[in-house]
């Protein structure tokens, strides 16, 4: 339930952890001009009624026109947002809560070690359901709008689109290496930086440079740049929360053209229309648009990052996630079912077990 007397609104945040905190310092930051109304929703009514006020007060703070409200929701066996976006009405729904926290995986544990092995593309399941729930409501509800899903959004969203309701996009990874990239190689001819890349290699940005095998691929105009990782070699991401700092920004332009607050421009967004990795896009209202350089096909771009996806640990193919043979491995050691992967069809099914899993290699 959403508190308040008008529940409809422009923008709902479904989480309220620390990315989702994040966003709303930006939205309070950056919305100007006609009032811009968010419902930031969670399970726990206190945070979210202080995150709104927060906001509320930010915005005021910074002559900004966002008005926040909370909303509560029930994360348990049959959580759905199915009444908050029928309450709501949404233009576009963010989506920033799952079943796994990236962060707890910094918690030694024999869970943190199996998908610091096996990839984290082993915990997929984990940050799909209730995306996918999220995703079902929204195609239920008359009138709501978008969604645009920052959970693992390079595997969650094709998953999503293998179930029939793809996210217009994602949020994070690729437009974090964009957003670094374009600092360093923006031209006096303000010719576009376009970037190719998967959740992968923001992890490898974590790593030291000497440790990193590979790089996102990027063109100024339609030239393809070589040397990217030496580009970056000055620049390794935090691998704590504190990154969200920077990931929270990087949606802001693609909200801001979705809900059409500004002209169509071009920006990026981790699977856009459930694609697998993340591309260059032209934004717009109600829509995403891949914008590729003219050398390189939908095709050629889309193995590419299917490729990366098969070192992060996962992939879909042909509506079943599929691990990689070192993540079967691993995982094979302590659930020979859960190894086999799964239908896209059945990821409730198969979070079950991983939660499972993760009870027993990480007691409390």
């Not at 900004?64 to 509560?72: K, L």
């Not at 079902?136 to 959004?153: D, K, Q, S, T």
């Not at 217009?168 to 890349?197: C, K, Y």
């Not at 095709?299 to 490729?307: G, K, L, V, Y």
Request: glycine share 8%; with cysteine; proline share 6%.
């Amino acid at each position: 339930m959403v508190d308040g007397a008008s529940a409809h609104c422009d923008l709902l945040i479904i989480g309220t952890g620390s990315l989702a905190r994040h966003l709303l310092d930006v939205v309070s930051a950056c919305a100007i001009g006609p009032a811009l109304r968010v419902c930031v929703a969670g399970r726990d009514a206190n945070r979210a009624a202080w995150i709104a006020s927060a906001g509320n007060a930010r915005a005021r703070s910074l002559g900004g026109s966002a008005c926040f409200r909370p909303g509560v929701l029930g994360y348990d066996a049959s959580w759905t947002p199915g009444d908050l976006i029928a309450e709501t009405q949404p233009r576009v729904t963010v989506q920033l809560a799952s079943l796994q926290s990236p962060w707890d995986l910094a918690r030694d544990s024999a869970w943190s070690r199996l998908v610091s092995e096996g990839g984290y593309g082993l915990t997929v399941s984990l940050q799909a359901t209730l995306a996918l729930r999220t995703a079902r409501a929204l195609a239920e509800v008359p009138g709501a709008g978008l969604l645009v899903n920052g959970c693992y959004p390079d595997l969650v969203n094709p998953i999503l689109a293998a179930n029939g309701c793809a996210p217009v996009a994602g949020l994070g990874n690729v437009a974090i290496a964009a957003a670094l990239l374009a600092t360093r190689l923006e031209s006096g001819a303000n010719e576009p930086v376009r970037v190719v890349a998967h959740h992968q290699h923001i992890a490898e940005l974590q790593l030291p440079p000497s440790a990193r095998r590979h790089a996102p691929r990027v063109w100024v105009g339609e030239r393809e740049e070589n040397g990217i990782a030496t580009s970056l070699e000055d620049c390794m991401l935090p691998r704590d929360e504190s990154l969200n700092a920077l990931t929270a920004a990087t949606p802001w332009m693609l909200l801001c053209c979705l809900l059409g607050r500004t002209a169509p421009a071009r920006t990026h967004a981790p699977a856009p229309n459930g694609l697998t990795g993340g591309y260059p896009v032209r934004a717009s209202e109600g829509s995403v648009e891949l914008d590729l350089p003219a050398s390189v096909t939908v095709q050629a771009a889309q193995s590419w990052n299917q490729e990366a996806a098969k070192r992060d640990g996962a992939w879909i193919e042909d509506g079943r996630i599929v691990y990689a043979p070192i993540a079967t491995k691993e995982l094979r050691r302590y659930s020979p079912e859960l190894a086999l992967g799964f239908a896209a069809s059945d990821v409730e099914d198969a979070a079950a077990g991983f939660v499972e899993l993760r009870s027993r290699l990480s007691p409390t």
